[in-house]
């Protein structure tokens, strides 16, 4: 059964805190930025490119063959490290592979949240209060 992310999670009773001193803060959306891009460029740029390479290469003796060996070159990482990580964004393994959610944006800000929790994790967060900062900031207990 699919969990639908909370809508109104902002208004609830979920604890609050300070960031204390021995806390790394949240990133900024340029460091978060830099980051997702490496992200990417691991788990989707650089087997493209041996993709490419692959599928120009191969001695499979088909262009149909070459395709589909350069796609799965390209898919594999992907859907191993979205799944591996689906749940600590939020996402099931399905919403990870099918839907348009930049799971990939999520995973650069982790340990900190910024996205709707799933009912069941509204138990286990806390919110974080980060000076100078106006927008939510939530973390695993």
Do not use: H
């Not at 997702?36 to 088909?62: K, M, N, Q």
């Amino acid at each position: 059964m699919k969990q639908e992310p909370l809508s109104g999670f902002w208004s609830k009773d979920i604890p609050r805190r300070s960031l204390r001193p021995d806390e790394r803060p949240p990133r900024s959306r340029l460091a978060r930025r830099i980051r997702a891009t490496a992200i990417w460029l691991a788990i989707i740029g650089v087997p493209f490119v041996v993709g490419l390479a692959v599928g120009r290469t191969s001695a499979t003796g088909d262009d149909l063959t070459s395709l589909v060996l350069a796609i799965l070159i390209v898919a594999t990482p992907y859907a191993v490290v979205g799944i591996a990580f689906g749940e600590r964004v939020s996402l099931s393994w399905r919403e990870v592979l099918f839907s348009r959610v930049n799971w990939i944006w999520r995973l650069a800000y982790l340990p900190y949240r910024d996205w709707p929790p799933l009912p069941a994790e509204v138990g286990r967060l806390e919110r974080i209060d980060v000076k100078g900062d106006p927008l939510p900031v939530f973390r695993l207990k």
